[in-house]
T-cell receptor, first 112, second 114 residues
Framework: QKEVEQNSGPLSVPEGAIASLNCTYSDRGSQSFFWYRQYSGKSPELIMFIYSNGDKEDGRFTAQLNKASQYVSLLIRDSQPSDSATYLCAVNREAAGNKLTFGGGTRVLVKP | GAVVSQHPSRVICKSGTSVKIECRSL??????MFWYRQFPKQSLMLMAT?????????EQGVEKDKFLINHASLTLSTLTVTSAHPEDSSFYIC??????????FGPGTRLTVT
């Protein structure tokens, strides 16, 4: 079992719709969770982080964390073609030296 | 805030030569920086963790004598790829930790070894 798992996609979403991305992790000791967006040929860009159970909203993005079920999700509302990218879920464990463990990424395609 | 720069953005070198990549945190002090490598269509692979004023910690399978890391100040870490070979061609990305947990990535350096 991989430490952080994501569906590779592609997730095809009509423009204006909600894109829903999921991520599961295996280590219950994980404490903080991040979503990065990576455009092709570019480096990852931090878009959301969440540390506590529940929802966290920032603009069109909402991160949801459920530690009991060991999953974290990202919702993108009113999806735009510019949201087409690969979204990386990353998990941090302080006990492991605060290193991030990345999932393989979910490719999102927003179609006009 | 939390801007990380890398230089150069792109470098082509001949096999057997060494290449140095700089990573700077521009608007914050980073006690810890990380170096990653990414091959096409693959996810990020952590190479090493760099702490200011101390030796870097390398991940399993990463040759510390080949990938030299120096973290001389709170805003600068360097990665030197020594005796580069074509198989070292990759996208090298650094990140810096701002605060307790968030990591911000530099724009990356694309290395091509001919």
């Amino acid at each position: 079992q991989k430490e952080v798992e994501q569906n590779s996609g592609p997730l095809s979403v009509p423009e204006g719709a909600i894109a829903s991305l999921n991520c599961t992790y295996s280590d219950r000791g994980s404490q903080s969770f991040f979503w990065y967006r990576q455009y092709s040929g570019k480096s990852p860009e931090l878009i959301m982080f969440i540390y506590s159970n529940g929802d966290k909203e920032d603009g069109r993005f909402t991160a949801q964390l459920n530690k009991a079920s060991q999953y974290v999700s990202l919702l993108i509302r009113d999806s735009q073609p510019s949201d087409s990218a690969t979204y990386l879920c990353a998990v941090n464990r302080e006990a492991a030296g605060n290193k991030l463990t990345f999932g393989g990424g979910t490719r999102v395609l927003v179609k006009p | 805030g939390a801007v990380v720069s890398q230089h150069p953005s792109r470098v082509i070198c001949k096999s057997g030569t060494s290449v140095k990549i700089e990573c700077r945190s521009l608007d914050f002090q980073a006690t810890t920086m990380f170096w990653y490598r990414q091959f096409p269509k693959q996810s990020l692979m952590l190479m090493a963790t760099s702490n200011e004023g101390s030796k870097a910690t390398y991940e399993q399978g990463v040759e510390k004598d080949k990938f030299l890391i120096n973290h001389a100040s709170l805003t600068l870490s360097t990665l030197t790829v020594t005796s580069a070979h074509p198989e070292d061609s990759s996208f090298y990305i650094c990140s810096a930790r701002a605060g307790a947990r968030e990591q911000y990535f530099g724009p990356g350096t694309r290395l091509t070894v001919t």
